[in-house]
């Protein structure tokens, strides 16, 4: 059975920093796109960033020069870096994987993490 669990998510400042990190355990054949995503009260779930098995990134436009996405394959693990963080990125993190395992190739999804960011 598959699972991401996601951690390090809290209380911060704005202005301060945070890394979340969002691991895949179980027998897992590959993972091609990871990505994170969040979801504010009353709002939609959207795509914060995603990196290609191959390192190739893209962001909301509302994060470019402030969060950074990295994985590392070895670990089966993704990993956001969020720098000078707004009020307006108070959200739940919701991690996101596509994984190949013995029954095919779906996306997976994490339990979620809360960030929250105080003016």
């Known amino acids: 059975q598959v699972q991401l669990v996601e951690s390090g998510g809290g209380l911060v400042q704005a202005g301060g920093s945070l890394r979340l990190s969002c691991a895949a355990s179980?027998?897992?054949?590959?993972?091609?796109?990871m990505g994170w995503y969040r979801q504010a009260p009353g709002k939609q779930r959207e795509l914060v960033a995603a990196?290609?098995?191959?390192?190739?990134?893209n962001y909301a436009d509302s994060v470019k020069g402030r969060f950074t996405i990295s994985r590392d394959s070895a670990k089966n693990t993704v990993y956001l870096q969020m720098n000078s963080l707004k009020p307006e990125d108070t959200a739940v993190y919701y991690c996101?994987?596509?994984?190949?395992?013995?029954?095919?190739?779906?996306?997976?999804w994490g339990q979620g993490t809360q960030v929250t960011v105080s003016s």
């Open positions: 996101n994987a596509d994984i190949g395992t013995v029954v095919g190739q779906r996306p997976y």
């Open positions: 990196i290609t098995r191959g390192g190739s990134t």
């Open positions: 179980g027998i897992i054949f590959s993972i091609n796109a």
